[in-house]
């Protein structure tokens, strides 16, 4: 079993719609939790992070954890065709913890 | 703020060259740098974790001395994959850590290597 677990998709919405992706994982021992975003053929950009359980909100995104079912989310409220790339989701032990395991990523288009 | 660059951005090379890949932490100064291969639809594998002034520690599986990492000041590392062969065709990427920053990796944009 994959310490994180991501369907790679692809994943296509309509503009303006709301989107999910969601991660699970098996190491309960995972307290960081984090949110990338990689255009094709680019290095990943941060877009959230989020310490232990909880919901942290930026602009259009959501990211949510689940500790008790080992279970995170990204919600994107209105996509816009810019936001179609790969989202990768990626966690670590704690704040002190440097080394970050990452799903496979989900391949999100959103059509015009 | 944040940017990590890393050049060059392509290469080809024979099989049995060596190639040298630089990233650098343009805006401020990398605790740590950590060097990760992605292969086509997998996900990011880190392969070893630099700091500076001292060895890298390489990932189960990484060969050490094929991938030969130096991390010689705070804004500069640099992958040298040695004796390249096909198998080692990858996109290649780099994150840097700053002071304080703990998790948040920033990203350079990659390097992708084509060994024929």
Request: hydrophobic share 35%; glycine share 8%; charged share 20%.
């Amino acid at each position: 079993q994959k310490e994180v677990e991501q369907d790679p998709g692809p994943l296509s919405v309509p503009e303006g719609a709301i989107v999910s992706l969601n991660c699970t994982y098996s190491n309960s021992a995972f307290q960081y939790f984090m949110w990338y975003r990689q255009y094709s053929r680019k290095g990943p950009e941060l877009l959230m992070y989020t310490y232990s359980s909880g919901n942290k909100e930026d602009g259009r995104f959501t990211a949510q954890v689940d500790k008790s079912s080992k279970y995170i989310s990204l919600f994107i409220r209105d996509s816009q065709p810019s936001d179609s790339a790969t989202y990768l989701c990626a966690m670590a032990l704690g704040r002190g913890y440097q080394k970050v395991t990452f799903g496979i990523g989900t391949k999100l288009q959103v059509i015009p | 703020g944040a940017v990590v660059s890393q050049h060059p951005s392509w290469v080809i090379c024979k099989s049995g060259t060596s190639v040298k890949i630089e990233c650098r932490s343009l805006d401020f100064q990398a605790t740590t740098m950590f060097w990760y291969r992605q292969f086509p639809k997998q996900s990011l594998m880190l392969m070893a974790t630099s700091n500076e002034g001292s060895k890298a520690t390489y990932e189960q599986g990484v060969e050490k001395d094929k991938f030969l990492i130096n991390h010689a000041s705070l804004t500069l590392s640099t992958l040298t994959v040695t004796s390249a062969h096909p198998e080692d065709s990858s996109f290649y990427i780099c994150s840097a850590v700053g002071f304080g920053s703990y998790n948040e990796q920033f990203f350079g944009p990659g390097t992708r290597l084509t060994v024929l």
